[in-house]
């Protein structure tokens, strides 16, 4: 089974920094994947990271550590529009989701 | 491309009835899977095919809920007889194979009154 860990809630201010971390127990390991989802709408693709490292992407990065465990999604230049819950997903054989981290942006 | 197309957009049956949801993969991907989300539960994985065959069911709730794929064009999720505690965005999503993303249709929003 897979057990997928990351914060319910973040706010941040427009202009800002925000983290989202993620921690994950799985049987098998081929990849993370970070998606976005605004309120009534689907998943969309962000980023994945299948090795060790940071992978940027514009304002977004996202790093892995699989020995831990672990990563984090980092939203830069934060801006209203990514107001959003943001999804940590495992790929072991299927792609398993955490519950997401809902971050809101203040102005 | 048009992406993973879902249908209906939305809707609203009484419990007892039957429900089938559809969805078209995106030409050439052959992984089809289906999503459930609630607020609750978040985002559980019901079932995934690979080139039209299921691989994995174990997230299919009850025998009330059913999955086939008869060809690389089409998918359907049927529930029969649908229960108020079904109420949730159904999502198919597609995906390339290997580590490629998923990519995920715009849902059904399925309400069971």
């Known amino acids: 089974g897979q057990n997928i860990d990351q914060p319910t809630e973040m706010t941040a201010t427009e202009g800002a920094i925000v983290q989202i971390n993620c921690t994950y127990q799985?049987?098998?390991?081929?990849?993370l994947f970070w998606y976005q989802q605004h309120a009534g709408e689907a998943p969309t693709f962000l980023s994945y990271?299948?090795?060790?490292g940071l992978e940027e992407k514009g304002r977004f990065s996202s790093f892995l550590s699989r020995s831990k465990g672990y990563s984090y999604l980092l939203l830069k230049e934060l801006q209203m529009k990514d107001s959003a819950s943001y999804l940590c997903?495992?790929?072991?054989?299927?792609?398993?989701f955490g519950a997401g981290t809902t971050v809101t942006v203040r102005a | 491309d048009a992406g993973v197309i879902q249908s209906p957009r939305h809707e609203v049956t009484e419990m007892g009835q039957e429900v089938t949801l559809r969805c078209k993969p995106i030409?050439?991907?052959?992984?089809l899977f289906w999503y459930r989300q609630t607020m609750m539960r978040g985002l559980e994985l019901l079932i995934y095919?690979?080139?039209?065959?299921?691989?994995?069911d174990s997230g299919m709730p009850e025998d009330r809920f059913s999955a086939k794929m008869p060809n690389a064009s089409f998918s359907t999720l049927k529930i029969q007889p649908s229960e108020p505690r079904d109420s949730a965005v159904y999502f198919c999503?597609?995906?390339?194979?290997?580590?490629?993303?998923?990519?995920f249709g715009n849902g059904t929003r399925l309400t069971v009154t």
């Open positions: 999503a597609t995906q390339a194979g290997g580590i490629s993303p998923l990519h």
């Open positions: 990271n299948v090795l060790d």
């Open positions: 095919f690979n080139n039209n065959v299921p691989i994995d």
């Open positions: 997903a495992v790929n072991d054989y299927k792609l398993s």
């Open positions: 030409s050439g991907h052959d992984y």
């Open positions: 799985t049987s098998g390991f081929n990849g």
